[in-house]
């Protein structure tokens, strides 16, 4: 059943308003761009897939799950990176201050070395040494002279060193090749 026409309006039945209809719309097409009538085309197809109409040829679907997959695992191979970076730093910090400590206490050992090493070789000690050890310092040593035409020249008169510095303390063990004295030979302590 058809609409009732209007009053003073045309008729829906009158054959010239269809071709007039029909004249406007391919009017109004040829105004139209080339987007437009592309967007006007997806607009019908999309209608008439909606009515159950002819199945047009489709693009295919894309799935995106693997797409999403590889996302995530990159994410989470950098987070991993990250965390495992961020151990080592930390790891390596403490290795640092580890060996920053040892320098530190290996430098004072060295300093306290240095120091044992300059009073040893000092000549006051090395003299105390030497007679704790039974050395002399000689008299009057002889000395060499090497003359220009290379000839070697010796002058002052040596002499044989004389003790001058009383004896080292005996101490509680004898030098090796001696005997200690026997316990017998020992006198007891005045007053005691």
Do not use: C, W
Not at 46 to 69: D, E, T
Not at 114 to 138: I, K, N, Q, Y
């Amino acid at each position: 059943m058809t609409a009732p026409a209007r009053v003073g309006g045309p008729s829906p039945r009158d054959p010239s308003k269809k071709t007039q209809k029909k004249t406007e719309e391919h009017d109004r097409a040829r105004r139209r761009t080339a987007g437009a009538e592309r967007a006007y085309a997806r607009r019908a197809q999309r209608a008439q897939n909606l009515r159950g109409g002819a199945a047009a040829p489709q693009q295919k679907q894309v799935s995106k799950a693997p797409f999403v997959v590889l996302v995530m695992l990159v994410l989470g191979a950098g987070v991993a990176g990250i965390m495992y970076f961020s151990t080592q730093a930390a790891a390596d910090t403490y290795r640092l201050q580890e060996a920053k400590a040892e320098a530190e206490k290996l430098t004072l050992r060295m300093e306290q070395l240095r120091r044992e090493v300059a009073l040893l070789e000092s000549p006051t000690d090395l003299a105390r040494r030497a007679a704790e050890m039974g050395l002399v310092e000689p008299s009057n040593p002889a000395r060499l002279r090497q003359n220009p035409d290379g000839s070697i020249e010796e002058f002052g008169k040596p002499s044989a060193p004389t003790r001058s510095t009383p004896a080292p303390p005996p101490s509680a063990e004898p030098p090796a090749g001696q005997q200690p004295p026997p316990a017998g030979n020992q006198t007891p302590p005045a007053g005691g």
